[in-house]
């Protein structure tokens, strides 16, 4: 129950930096950033193809990987692949505050830092997404996981009212052309971004004592019946 609660907290984190992207990363796309690539205008709702592609993609690449890291020998532990989503999508939301610094004169940043930070994201949600429901089925008792459920499901209503409230803050009070909306932007990006990997290197560090929380549910063991004595009977 504990290890399921700290990597329950921990995923609020990167949940909340997930749900940014139709809100806080669609403004800024539409507004601040140059949205040209190969000569051709890309429409805000374009980037979310990224995402799509992604896990389409490296869905059944990662599960083969697993596959076969398993009969290897080798097992990617659960806090393992939570320190992994969250340094991930922590490093994407940094490269907009670096795409901020190198932005144009009339302060348009420049696509492909977009298009890194949606990647980075997309990669750490195939590490943590496939392993929520699972994680309630290996950590919680059977009369508890109705209630783990919840409360699994619970965060990602958490999640996109904080995105929602970073996104407003990001906006800031500034004037309505890039130069003005930037610094409020690359300030609330970086935040993010730190906060996602400094929660990533403390589960990185919680990994042995998370390890020692996490146990195998132990399988029943079966008692064999006695033999049939028909004499003793008698």
């Given at each position: 129950m504990w290890?399921?609660?700290?990597l329950?907290?921990?995923s609020?984190?990167?949940?909340?930096?997930?749900?940014?992207?139709?809100?806080?990363?669609?403004?800024?796309?539409?507004?601040n950033?140059?949205?040209?690539?190969f000569?051709?205008?890309i429409?805000?709702?374009?980037?979310?193809?990224?995402?799509a592609?992604?896990?389409?993609?490296?869905?059944?690449l990662?599960?083969?990987a697993?596959l076969?890291?398993?009969k290897k020998?080798?097992?990617?532990?659960?806090?393992?692949?939570?320190?992994?989503?969250l340094?991930?999508?922590?490093?994407?939301?940094?490269?907009?505050?670096?795409?901020?610094?190198?932005?144009n004169?009339?302060?348009?940043?420049?696509?492909?830092w977009v298009?890194?930070?949606y990647?980075?994201?997309s990669?750490?949600?195939?590490?943590?997404?496939?392993?929520g429901?699972a994680l309630?089925?290996?950590?919680i008792?059977?009369?508890?996981?109705?209630?783990?459920?919840?409360?699994?499901?619970?965060?990602?209503g958490?999640?996109?009212?904080?995105?929602n409230?970073?996104?407003?803050?990001?906006?800031g009070?500034?004037?309505?052309?890039?130069?003005?909306?930037?610094?409020?932007?690359?300030?609330?990006?970086?935040?993010?971004?730190?906060?996602?990997i400094?929660a990533?290197?403390?589960?990185?560090?919680?990994?042995?004592f998370?390890?020692?929380?996490?146990q195998?549910?132990?399988?029943?063991?079966?008692?064999?019946?006695a033999?049939?004595n028909a004499v003793?009977?008698?």
């Amino acid at each position: 129950m504990w290890a399921f609660l700290i990597l329950t907290l921990s995923s609020v984190i990167f949940w909340t930096l997930y749900q940014m992207a139709p809100i806080g990363l669609t403004l800024f796309f539409s507004r601040n950033v140059d949205a040209i690539l190969f000569g051709i205008q890309i429409p805000p709702q374009w980037m979310q193809n990224i995402n799509a592609f992604i896990i389409i993609l490296g869905g059944p690449l990662m599960a083969a990987a697993n596959l076969r890291l398993r009969k290897k020998g080798y097992k990617i532990a659960i806090p393992f692949q939570f320190t992994t989503a969250l340094l991930l999508i922590g490093m994407g939301f940094l490269l907009l505050p670096i795409g901020i610094r190198f932005a144009n004169e009339q302060g348009f940043s420049s696509i492909y830092w977009v298009i890194g930070t949606y990647t980075l994201q997309s990669l750490g949600e195939l590490f943590i997404s496939p392993i929520g429901y699972a994680l309630v089925g290996q950590l919680i008792p059977s009369k508890l996981q109705g209630l783990a459920m919840g409360a699994w499901l619970m965060v990602t209503g958490v999640a996109a009212t904080l995105s929602n409230f970073f996104s407003q803050s990001a906006l800031g009070t500034g004037g309505p052309t890039p130069l003005d909306t930037n610094p409020s932007y690359s300030a609330a990006f970086l935040k993010l971004g730190i906060s996602a990997i400094v929660a990533g290197v403390i589960v990185f560090f919680l990994r042995k004592f998370l390890h020692g929380l996490i146990q195998e549910k132990p399988t029943l063991q079966t008692v064999e019946p006695a033999p049939y004595n028909a004499v003793q009977d008698l």
